[in-house]
């Protein structure tokens, strides 16, 4: 059973504290990779929830190597999200309050998934042609990375 699943066993849907991990990686063009999400079809940064027993570094190269297939190497910190604005309540009812950690990434290796369960598509884009479907959660910190704001930015 994983942590959050065990976890809810004990407090059903109460909001609980849980660390998000993405990573925005850039190929030698300095594009950004985005995921094409399954649940919400639209374009987010790779990344996920933390384990027990993982850093943040090893949920961001475990997340990004389930989603897009990539092996990533240097990370660099971006920047970490937390507070009222980061809390969600998810579809089956339950509450969280998010801590989220993002980093960047141009050290990559392997060859990019077709398609699984949470990956329609991979693919990397311009930062002056974003998609406009951009997933909603994601748009602060894609907001912060064009606004070029000093890093690690703290929100």
């Known amino acids: 059973m994983d942590y959050i699943n065990y976890l809810r066993?004990?407090?059903?849907?109460?909001?609980?504290i849980m660390v998000a991990v993405g990573a925005m990686v850039f190929n030698e063009k300095e594009e950004l990779l985005l995921q094409l999400r399954s649940d919400s079809r639209s374009w987010g940064i790779p990344g996920g929830f933390m384990e027990l027993n993982e850093s943040?570094?090893?949920?961001a190269k475990r997340e990004v190597f389930e989603e897009t297939g990539i092996t990533m190497g240097e990370l660099s910190l971006f920047g970490i999200y937390s507070g009222p604005s980061r809390d969600k309540t998810f579809s089956n009812g339950d509450q969280a309050a998010l801590v989220e950690v993002f980093f960047k990434c141009t050290d990559y290796s392997g060859k990019f998934i077709e398609q699984n369960e949470e990956t329609l598509e991979n693919r990397f884009f311009p930062l002056t042609d974003l998609p406009d479907n951009l997933f909603i959660e994601h748009l602060p910190v894609?907001?912060?990375?064009l606004s070029e704001k000093k890093i690690p930015v703290v929100g």
């Open 56 to 59: 943040v570094r090893e949920t």
């Open 142 to 145: 894609i907001n912060d990375l």
């Open 9 to 16: 066993s004990m407090v059903g849907h109460e909001k609980v």
